[in-house]
């Protein structure tokens, strides 16, 4: 499958101004600085469609994209939408601004039945982080499709990846969630996620 076009669609916090169209849709999560836009901007081919910054924890609300795709082996076409988590475990964020982010999601997941799926991005250098394992484990409870992209992977030794890999999946706890490391700088990693994206999209 690959992205044809994109639009950024809107910025929302709460259910009511989410975008009304029911097209299948994916989320991009993980904590701040992970390279969620960054992703989202690879994966359409454009270099700003979602903000990408320096700054952690600089987006507070949920964006939405609508993205046109076309599967190469048999002409099928379609749409479907990506929604940009704002990051979280940003260690400057207070406790107020963390109760509003937990809500957030909370409601995006309860109430948004077009949800087909979570990519939940997490650093290949970083050990398994509290907040991710948290994240994890809501998603497996809720029963929500759901793989993980171990981002940065340009700054890992390629000999070191598959062990690198392999330690997330002990400290993540989870299971045989599909883990799949890639690198927006050198563009490596899209293929098994567009893949997987495309699994859940057509079912
Ligand atoms: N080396 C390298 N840097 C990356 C990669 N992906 C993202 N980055 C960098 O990481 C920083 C953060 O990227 P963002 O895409 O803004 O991260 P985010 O997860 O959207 O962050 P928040 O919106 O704050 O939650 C930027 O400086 C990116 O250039 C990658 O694969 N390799
Ligand atoms: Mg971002």
Not at 93 to 119: F, H, S, T, V
Not at 169 to 176: E, M, Y
Request: glycine share 6%; with cysteine.
């Amino acid at each position: 499958m690959r992205i044809v076009e994109s639009f950024f669609v809107k910025s929302a916090v709460e259910p009511a101004d989410y975008p009304a169209s029911a097209y299948p849709e994916f989320a991009f999560a993980g904590r701040s600085n992970v390279g969620k836009s960054t992703l989202i901007n690879l994966l359409t081919g454009r270099k700003s469609l979602a903000k990408t910054s320096g700054t952690p924890g600089k987006t507070r609300l949920l964006n939405f994209f609508l993205i046109r795709w076309k599967h190469d082996a048999n002409d099928e076409t379609g749409f479907m939408q990506f929604t940009d988590f704002p990051g979280y475990g940003f260690a400057e964020i207070g406790l107020a601004e963390q109760e509003k982010w937990r809500k957030m999601i909370n409601k995006y997941l309860e109430q948004r039945p077009q949800l087909r799926g979570i990519l939940v991005l997490v650093d290949i250098r970083h050990p398994a982080d509290k907040k991710d394992i948290l994240m994890l484990e809501m998603l497996r409870l809720r029963q929500i499709e759901h793989c993980v992209i171990a981002t940065k992977a340009d700054k890992v030794p390629k000999a070191k990846i598959v062990a690198q890999i392999n330690q997330l999946r002990k400290g993540l706890n989870c299971g045989d969630i599909p883990i799949y490391p890639v690198s927006a700088l050198n563009n490596v990693g899209m293929e098994q996620l567009m893949d997987w994206t495309y699994k859940f999209m057509i079912i």
